[in-house]
Structures are given as structure tokens and as C-alpha cells.
């Protein structure tokens, strides 16, 4: 007997998280001092994770020590989808962060092999279900 997987995220999410290629990862050290940077990121639908990679000494980068410091993180992925009238659209997911020293290579084409896993814990969208400057939908994940 087969579970069937139920997302974390609507449709409509997935399909705008699935169209980006680039977000934002915030990071914070151990004295509590934030660090933000864009980086690559694949979504993984199996498990509703977020993994973020990159190349150029990836592992030795202050977003990597921070992680090993705090692993809290918050990753955001935006754009404007119209300047006229002007239309934002975006999603924040806040979560844990796992240091993984391999797998990198694999997801993202000429990547080093460490990356981040990222688990969601709270998650903020806006502008891609309904006005982008009405409520948010935001929610917060029990897992």
C-alpha cells in the first residue's frame, strides 16, 4: 500500500517556485550578526526540501560557517512579474538548514558536492495566489 505525498506548498506555489532559479539565502552567525546571498536552489517535491548549492569554494563561504554555527536560515525567492501596473510576487520559507558534504555535484551542473538541505518551517507567500498587497498567506509546518 502506497501513501500519497501531500505537499506543504499549493499548486500554485509549486508551479511559481518550479518557474525561479535564483533566491536569497539569509543566514545568521553565532552572535547573531544576519549574512544574505543569492544562491542556486532545487526544490525537491518528494519531501517538500529545498536544497541550495553552488561552485567556488562553496564549503568555505560565510553562509557555510554561519550554518555550522546556526543552522536556522530563511531562503526567499521574488520577482515582478509586471512593471505596469507594478505586480510582486514572491514566497520566504523559513527553516533548518543540514550541512551535506556531498550531492551538490549531482543537482547542480558544475557545482562542488557540499550543499545545504533546507527542511521548511514557516511558510510566507505572496502575490502568487490572490493581490500581491493583500494578506499573505502565511502558515507554519508541524513535522
Given at each position: 500500500?502506497?501513501?500519497?505525498?501531500?505537499?506543504?506548498?499549493?499548486?500554485?506555489?509549486?508551479?511559481?517556485?518550479?518557474?525561479?532559479?535564483?533566491?536569497?539565502?539569509?543566514?545568521?552567525?553565532a552572535?547573531?550578526?544576519?549574512?544574505?546571498?543569492?544562491?542556486?536552489?532545487?526544490?525537491?517535491?518528494?519531501?517538500?526540501?529545498?536544497?541550495?548549492?553552488?561552485?567556488?569554494?562553496?564549503?568555505?563561504?560565510?553562509?557555510?560557517?554561519?550554518?555550522?554555527?546556526?543552522?536556522k536560515?530563511?531562503?526567499?525567492?521574488?520577482?515582478?512579474?509586471?512593471?505596469e501596473?507594478?505586480?510582486i510576487?514572491?514566497?520566504?520559507?523559513?527553516?533548518?538548514?543540514?550541512?551535506?558534504?556531498?550531492?551538490?555535484?549531482?543537482?547542480?551542473?558544475?557545482?562542488?558536492?557540499q550543499?545545504?538541505?533546507?527542511?521548511?518551517?514557516?511558510?510566507?507567500?505572496?502575490?502568487?495566489?490572490?493581490?500581491?498587497?493583500?494578506?499573505?498567506?502565511?502558515?507554519?509546518?508541524?513535522?
Amino acid at each position: 500500500m502506497t501513501t500519497e505525498h501531500t505537499s506543504l506548498f499549493t499548486p500554485a506555489e509549486i508551479d511559481y517556485i518550479k518557474s525561479q532559479h535564483l533566491c536569497r539565502i539569509a543566514t545568521a552567525d553565532a552572535n547573531q550578526q544576519p549574512h544574505v546571498t543569492p544562491v542556486s536552489f532545487r526544490y525537491n517535491a518528494e519531501d517538500d526540501t529545498f536544497d541550495i548549492g553552488g561552485a567556488y569554494g562553496f564549503a568555505t563561504r560565510k553562509r557555510w560557517r554561519d550554518v555550522e554555527q546556526n543552522p536556522k536560515v530563511a531562503i526567499v525567492i521574488d520577482d515582478v512579474s509586471s512593471s505596469e501596473p507594478r505586480t510582486i510576487r514572491g514566497i520566504e520559507i523559513r527553516g533548518t538548514a543540514e550541512l551535506m558534504q556531498t550531492g551538490g555535484e549531482t543537482i547542480f551542473n558544475g557545482a562542488e558536492p557540499q550543499m545545504f538541505h533546507i527542511t521548511p518551517k514557516r511558510i510566507v507567500s505572496w502575490g502568487i495566489e490572490g493581490h500581491a498587497y493583500g494578506p499573505a498567506h502565511a502558515r507554519t509546518v508541524n513535522r
